[in-house]
């Protein structure tokens, strides 16, 4: 049985009513970049009234939750730093909490100020952000493993460099002991007019390189939807992720026995969400602003 397809007033009464918690993607969902899809400020602010949690569930990992907060307040839509959940939290979280991440290591990281801002705000040390500078064959020896560092995580970089990727690299081969980790496995990157090389694609060189294969926190993967489900004991039954990509957020979803929501205003058309191979929606709507018409 396919998803069914919301477009009536009664059918989005009836699909509100049957949850107390919704999850959101962000981009394609809420926003495209820097514009509110229409309408959803006023479905967010409708749920709440109605009593209903929403947390705020992102794989991107360039971002801190307190710089979310700042960008959700920009656009006209309340958030909390308690109710945003991205896949740089979740490592942080995950090392921290799950792992209990030894206080005298550091972490290699490959990726921007968000996951470095996560880290720190645990307690943990990071390292490598300012491995920027060329190297070539001939310096390529300075480049030595550190006893010091207990992880290399992963996730988007815009200023990835060569020298990054080597001490990651030798970090991980020389130090079986060493934790690899990636805040996702995305493949690309929404940006604009364009899709782009996601953490995945920078991720797949580490990969090849090392032969090891990392745990990787970010949707569709459970560790993240294990640290929320902990976090804020929410009855799977009675919880729906909504999203715009069926391979991530959608089978994100599945995977944590939510159901799930889909919506055309980003990635996934109404082709790909009906077609038989792939992840199954519960539902799907044309935009998550269509819910704005019941109060």
Not at 103 to 125: C, D, F, M, N, Q
Request: glycine share 8%.
């Amino acid at each position: 049985m396919g998803p069914t397809r919301l477009s009536t007033r009664s059918e989005y009464e009836s699909f509100v009513d049957r949850y107390d918690t919704f999850l959101f993607d962000y981009d394609g969902v809420i926003w495209h970049g820097s514009t509110v899809v229409n309408n959803v400020p006023k479905v967010l602010d409708m749920l709440r009234s109605r009593g209903k949690r929403l947390v705020f569930v992102t794989n991107n990992s360039a971002t801190s939750r307190k710089d979310y907060v700042k960008k959700f307040t920009s656009l006209g839509i309340q958030a909390s730093v308690e109710e945003i959940f991205s896949s740089a939290y979740a490592t942080a979280v995950y090392l921290h909490d799950v792992l209990k991440f030894d206080p005298s290591k550091k972490v290699y990281v490959i990726g921007g100020a968000g996951i470095r801002h996560e880290l720190e705000e645990v307690g943990i040390t990071t390292v490598g952000h300012d491995d920027i500078a060329q190297v070539s064959l001939a310096t390529l020896k300075e480049i030595e493993p550190s006893a010091e560092v207990g992880a290399v995580v992963c996730g988007i970089d815009y200023d990835i460099s060569y020298r990054k990727l080597a001490n990651a690299h030798v970090n991980l081969v020389e130090n079986p002991d060493c934790l690899f980790i990636a805040t996702n496995d995305d493949r690309t990157l929404p940006g604009g007019k364009h899709m782009y090389p996601g953490t995945g694609s920078l991720l797949n060189t580490l990969v090849h390189s090392t032969q090891r294969t990392p745990l990787v926190m970010g949707k569709p993967n459970t560790p993240m939807l294990e640290c929320v489900l902990k976090k804020f004991s929410l009855e799977p039954a009675r919880t729906c992720m909504v999203g715009d990509r069926l391979d991530t957020d959608i089978l994100f979803g599945i995977k944590g026995g939510l159901s799930t929501l889909c919506v055309l205003t980003g990635v996934a058309d109404e082709t790909a969400v009906c077609s038989p191979e792939s992840p199954q929606a519960s539902y799907y709507i044309s935009s998550l602003g269509d819910l704005s018409v019941i109060q």
